[in-house]
T-cell receptor, first 112, second 111 residues
Framework: DVKVTQSSRYLVKRTGEKVFLECVQD?????MFWYRQDPGLGLRLIYF???????EKGDIPEGYSVSREKKERFSLILESASTNQTSMYLC???????????FGPGTRLTVT | QKEVEQNSGPLSVPEGAIASLNCTYS??????FFWYRQYSGKSPELIMSIYSNGDKEDGRFTAQLNKASQYVSLLIRDSQPSDSATYLC???????????WGLGTSLAVNP
């Protein structure tokens, strides 16, 4: 079974803090994705990575950065958290050549 | 703008009935389609993939794809209260690695 894990299920941070969300997959997948999900807005892609040290912007990259130093790990960074970044953050992965994405459990981030 | 559209619902069906969930897409380059189930507060879980025109069955679930009409559907037979969830439809964005997501249809199965 594909296993995607995320570092926290719930996180509360203050405005202006630097926030790190980590995602690890154990299936040697090439592709990894970060989404946020908000009521009425659905899943929105923030960034994705198709190889170590490679990244591409998704639909809403503003205010976020990512890091992929190892194949199994993909980190999302909020340089200076703001209240409008309060959301559910979902990580997903898939192997090269496949479109089926497998999700981690999600991190519900609250920025106060 | 490439889109995947779904009725938001809620779709309400009695236990034991067939639930029919529908999805249309705008990108004719999309070839692969997926249905995900998402329980409240949880992450999406892949339940069906379909790549060819026609029907694909897996247990109580049947996915249908009609590329000419740009239409994808999911039928759930013998619906159970445990099927109550939001169902997300997604299609690939041409040759891009990304998926285009619908906003989801909320399904309630009433005992």
């Amino acid at each position: 079974d594909v296993k995607v894990t995320q570092s926290s299920r719930y996180l509360v941070k203050r405005t202006g803090e630097k926030v790190f969300l980590e995602c690890v997959q154990d299936m040697d997948h090439e592709n990894m994705f970060w989404y946020r999900q908000d009521p009425g807005l659905g899943l929105r892609l923030i960034y994705f990575s198709y190889d170590v040290k490679m990244k591409e912007k998704g639909d809403i990259p503003e205010g976020y950065s990512v890091s992929r130093e190892k194949k199994e790990r993909f980190s999302l960074i909020l340089e200076s958290a703001s209240t409008n970044q309060t959301s559910m953050y979902l990580c997903a992965s898939n192997p090269a050549g496949s479109y089926e994405q497998y999700f981690g459990p999600g991190t519900r981030l609250t920025v106060t | 703008q490439k889109e995947v559209e779904q009725n938001s619902g809620p779709l309400s069906v009695p236990e034991g009935a067939i639930a029919s969930l529908n999805c249309t897409y705008s990108d004719r380059g999309s070839q692969s389609f997926f249905w995900y189930r998402q329980y409240s507060g949880k992450s999406p879980e892949l339940i069906m993939s379909i790549y060819s025109n026609g029907d694909k069955e897996d247990g109580r679930f049947t996915a249908q794809l009609n590329k000419a009409s740009q239409y994808v559907s999911l039928l759930i037979r013998d619906s159970q209260p445990s099927d109550s969830a939001t169902y997300l439809c997604a299609g690939n964005a041409g040759n891009n690695r990304k998926l285009i997501w619908g906003l989801g249809t909320s399904l309630a199965v009433n005992p």
